[in-house]
């Protein structure tokens, strides 16, 4: 039995429309896995992040807590939004621009210990310079904090 070219046609423009739905979700599954979005530290102390994927945080590496391990490569520092606190373990070469009290933005995934291990570490790259996302998080944790008295305050250098 054969088809009437209409219904060939038909057909075909199925086909192709399930084909190009196969690949817009294609698509929209590589972009949602790709997708890297950023928290402050007092989001990770609230629990607003994704767990068992990777994120960014950032804000300001705390002052006297950066630590060098006797592998050379494993260094261990505090980020600061001014409100909370978050450990972090980063085991590479780090920027030369990264210094305590400065802007600095990690990615990587929190364990259950509330430790965030990193896989990457950027900062900033001159004196002007700070992630948007950081600094207006560090302008909203300075607003919340200025209402609270316990506030830990670190001034950069």
């Not at 088809?3 to 690949?23: E, N, Q």
């Not at 972090?88 to 920027?95: A, F």
């Amino acid at each position: 039995m054969t088809m009437k070219p209409r219904h060939t046609r038909f057909v075909l423009i199925g086909l192709g429309l399930v084909a190009l739905g196969m690949a817009v979700a294609l698509v929209l599954n590589a972009f949602r896995s790709n997708l890297v979005f950023f928290f402050t530290p007092t989001q990770v102390a609230n629990g607003e992040v994704p767990q068992g994927r990777s994120f960014r945080i950032g804000g300001l590496v705390e002052s006297g807590t950066l630590a060098r391990e006797p592998d050379g490569l494993t260094v261990r520092f505090v980020v600061t939004d001014t409100v909370q606190r978050v450990p972090v373990v980063y085991k590479g070469i780090l920027p030369d621009l990264f210094k305590e009290g400065k802007g600095a933005v990690a990615q990587g995934q929190v364990g259950a210990d509330g430790l965030f291990v990193a896989s990457e570490v950027l900062a900033k790259h001159d004196e002007n310079y700070m992630p948007p996302e950081a600094a207006e998080a560090l302008a909203k944790a300075k607003a919340a904090g200025a209402q609270s008295s316990n506030t830990l305050v670190v001034t950069p250098r």
